[in-house]
C-alpha cells in the first residue's frame, strides 16, 4: 500500500550470473526437443489468447547462485530443483470500465522430463510503481515466479492492466472486478496456451501473492468460486499474505497514520463525516493519503476511486465493489498470514476476512501470525513466503 512496499521487489537482486536461452519445453514442461511455435488465436472475449513470445530459461544453478546474494531473503532456504523456461503471454481481459483491454502476463514452467506433469501456481504481485517491475517485463532468476517454477510448479503471473501490454492505462488499484478478472483471464488464456504448447497440467491449480497480490488473490478466489466452471473444479487452495481485503478498514488505519503525521489536521477529522470537511481540508487530506500508498516516481497511473469514495463516506460503495472479503463462503481453503504490528495494511484487515468468511459458512479458512520479530509489512515477507510453500506443498502433488 505505502511507498516501502515497492522496496518488496528490491529483496529480490539478482546476480548478473545468468543462463540465459530461448529453448521452448516438451509437453509435460520438460524434454529436448521443442514443440512447434505457438500459433497467435484471435481475440474472441476476456480470457483469450492473443500471443505468446518465448522470453528466457534460466538454469536451477543461475536461480539458486542468486538466490544466494545477502540481499535476496525473500526465498532463503529454498532449493531449486528444475530449469525454469518463460514465455510472455498477451490476453484480452476488462479495464476499471469493463471494456476490452489486452493485457500481459508471465507463465514460468519447470522443465521436466517429456511428458511429466505439473501442479499450477497462479502468483499474484505484490504492489509495484513502475512498469519495468511487471513480472512479464522483470524475468530474473531470483524473482517469485522463477523461483516458484524451479520448485515444479507451473507459475501463472499476470501483469495487471496499467502495466505491460496495458501499460498507459490506469491500473484499477483495490478495485475487485477489474482486479478478479486480470487474473482469471490470464489463467484461462495460459490454459489455452499449455494446450497449444504441449505443457500438462495435473489439474491443480493454486493461488497466492502478498500485499496487493494477496488482495487480487482473494479477489480472483472469490470470482473463480462465484463464476464456476473448470477453475473452480480445479482449485485447491489460496494463500494470501497481508492483504487490504476489508478496505474500509485499511482506509480507517491509514487514516490514523495520517492524522499522526499530521498532528494539525487530526483536530479538523471526523472519520465518520469525511464529506463535510472543508474543501481545501479534504484536498489535503487526500494528497496525504496518496502520498501513503503511491510514490512520486511512480511511472504507472494508480486509479484510487476507493479513495475518492472513502473521503465521501460511500462506506456502503467500498464495501460492495472493493473490498473482497464478504458474501461468499469459499468451498477449499484459504490460508490468511498477517503481521500483527504491520503498519502499512493493518491487522484488521486479516482478522476481518476470517471472521466475514467464517459467518458466510466457510470451514476452511485460517489466520497464521507472522512470527518474524517486528511483525512489519516487509519483514514477514520472507516468512510468508516459506508459509505459502509448506501449505501449497501439503496439497500439490507432481512436484
Known sequence: MCP????????????????????????GGGGDDPPAPVPEVPATGPGALISSTPVNTLSAQAITTAMSDPDSKVHEGLAPRY???????????????????????????????????????????????????????????VEPPIVLASLGYVVVSADYVGFGQSRGQDHPYLNATPTARAVVDMLSAAQTWRRQAGVADNGQLFLAGYSEGGYATLAAHRAIHQDGGTLKTQLMASVSGAGPYDLLATLDSQLDRVRNLAPWLSPLIDPANLSRLPGTVRDELRRLLVRQMVPDDADVSYQTLFLDRYLADQRALIALEHSVHTGWAPSVPVYLFHGRQDQTVPYAAATSALAALRAAGASSVSLTDCTTPDYGHLDCVPEYFRFTLDRLGRLARDL
Open 4 to 27: 516501502a512496499v515497492s522496496r518488496f521487489r528490491a529483496l529480490s537482486r539478482v546476480l548478473p550470473a545468468v543462463l540465459l536461452t530461448t529453448t521452448l519445453v516438451a509437453c
Open 83 to 141: 530449469d525454469v523456461s518463460s514465455w510472455r503471454l498477451v490476453y484480452q481481459t476488462t479495464d476499471k470500465y469493463g471494456l476490452p483491454v489486452q493485457a500481459s502476463g508471465l507463465v514460468s514452467v519447470p522443465v521436466k522430463a517429456a511428458g511429466t506433469t505439473s501442479p499450477v501456481l497462479s502468483y499474484q504481485h505484490a504492489t509495484v510503481f513502475r512498469d519495468n517491475q511487471a513480472p512479464s517485463l522483470k524475468v530474473e532468476a
